[in-house]
Nanobody, 127 residues
Framework: QVQLVESGGGLVQAGGSLRLSCAVS????????MGWFRQAPGKEREFVSA????????YYSDSVKGRFTIFRDNVKNMVYLQMNSLKPEDTAVYYC????????????????????WGQGTQVTVSS
């Protein structure tokens, strides 16, 4: 059973930074592409960022490109999302997710492509 646990959310002023962490247990971590999604109240869950199992390739939504950085540690079975220059519109519950299909050619960017999910961590950016 694969389990994901996020941490690092909180309240920050606009322009500030936060680092989210996701600890993964079970399975072979390096086989999983990992993604971060977010969901604001009344909105659908949206893709934020993803990283290949090897860590060699990363992907970002246009709304966070240049401000957020995803990286992973395949020894510690951790994936991180460094969020800089935060904006009030970044306020949401952030979820990490694992894609259990290592042979996927195109990185998964939709929620249904991910097999395992964490419980989410709240990020609130005040103006």
């Amino acid at each position: 059973q694969v389990q994901l646990v996020e941490s690092g959310g909180g309240l920050v002023q606009a322009g500030g930074s936060l680092r989210l962490s996701c600890a993964v247990s079970g399975g072979t971590f390096s086989n999983y592409a990992m993604g971060w999604f977010r969901q604001a109240p009344g909105k659908e869950r949206e893709f934020v960022s993803a990283i290949r199992g090897s860590g060699a390739s990363t992907y970002y939504s246009d709304s966070v490109k240049g401000r957020f950085t995803i990286f992973r540690d395949n020894v510690k079975n951790m994936v991180y999302l460094q969020m800089n220059s935060l904006k009030p519109e970044d306020t949401a519950v952030y979820y990490c997710a694992a894609d259990s299909f290592p042979s996927r050619v195109v990185i998964a960017t939709t929620p249904h492509q991910y097999s395992y999910w964490g419980q989410g961590t709240q990020v609130t950016v005040s103006s």
